[in-house]
């Protein structure tokens, strides 16, 4: 067998073998869109009850609503969640140009480079805004599966919680993908300050005739359902962050399959050329010979 023929062997054994493992990678990505998927579209019923406890709370004589002041200035905590694994197409770089870009909210007059602090969650993140010479003092891994999620967002909470207490915070920003029928789409959200006045409006859409009561003590009831809010805002975040990942990965993985059989066929074809090239040129020889044999017997 010629060098060519080994050689193109060779090309067709590593192509099938990458061809199988985009396969696998292809179906791990199917699997775990769909259960992060579950896991934020499951939040959606619990985010919508936790917002009417705090309309109801909120709506309480004994609470007045303090409006947020306009113009808020100091430092704004920015999480940007990305992948810790790359092969995710560009997930990682969009989410990260959309972060370093925005100037927030409309009434918070803009962000100043200097009065950013960024928390990288992704690996892949990570070095893209390190690459950025961001202010970037923490920075965390992505949960790997969904019972990890809800361990992470209490240390996120608490690295949160400890910044407002240590450095006077009270803007918080967040930066994640969402998940679009075959890609994703960049969102950011507020976390703190919590809009209250929005928040008490939603009671405004309550279905039955009157609002429910309670007994806990106001305050009490507020700051419970805010600890939920925060919470289910950053888990609702984190799960809809990893099925985007996975969304974009499904889509690189469905490319790149597709490329790699296209270059298969290409591979065997051309490999069916020189085995048919190799063998009419044996046969060739064979005939040669048998003539030379025949004329010096004759």
């Not at 199917?30 to 939040?43: F, N």
């Not at 709506?59 to 999480?79: D, K, Q, Y």
């Not at 992470?152 to 450095?167: A, H, P, W």
């Not at 029928?181 to 309550?206: C, H, N, Q, Y």
Request: some cysteine.
């Amino acid at each position: 067998m010629s060098s060519t023929l080994e050689t193109l062997q060779k090309q067709i054994a590593s192509g099938e073998d990458l061809s199988s493992i985009v396969r696998t990678m292809k179906a791990l990505a199917a699997t775990s869109v769909r259960q992060y998927e579950k896991a934020a579209e499951s939040l959606d019923d619990y985010y919508h009850t936790v917002e009417l406890g705090l309309s109801v709370a909120l709506a309480s004589p004994s609470e007045s609503i303090t409006p947020n002041p306009p113009g808020l200035r100091g430092a704004v905590l920015m999480l940007v969640f990305g992948s810790d694994h790359g092969l995710a197409g560009h997930f990682n770089e969009q989410i990260v140009s959309h972060a370093l870009e925005s100037e927030g909210p409309e009434q918070w007059g803009g962000i100043s480079r200097e009065a950013r602090i960024f928390i990288g969650i992704g690996e892949q993140a990570i070095s893209r805004l390190g690459a950025s010479a961001v202010d970037m003092p923490e920075r965390f891994n992505m949960p790997t599966s969904i019972s990890a999620i809800t361990p992470f967002i209490q240390v996120l909470l608490e690295t949160i919680d400890r910044r407002r207490t240590q450095e006077g915070l009270e803007r918080v920003l967040l930066f994640y993908n969402r998940p679009l029928a075959g890609g994703f789409s960049p969102e950011s959200e507020i976390l703190l300050p919590v809009d209250l006045e929005k928040l008490r409006r939603a009671g405004l859409t309550w279905q039955s005739r009157s609002l429910p009561t309670y007994t806990m003590a106001p305050d009490q009831l507020l700051s419970a359902l805010l600890r939920q809010y925060f919470f289910v805002s950053l888990y609702r975040a984190c799960a809809l962050s990893l099925a985007a990942e996975n969304t974009s990965r499904l889509a690189a993985m469905q490319a790149a399959e597709k490329n790699i059989n296209e270059r298969l066929d290409q591979l065997k074809t051309l490999f069916q050329q020189e085995r048919q090239a190799a063998i009419t040129e044996e046969l060739l020889d064979i005939i040669s010979g048998f003539k030379a044999v025949r004329s010096t017997l004759e």
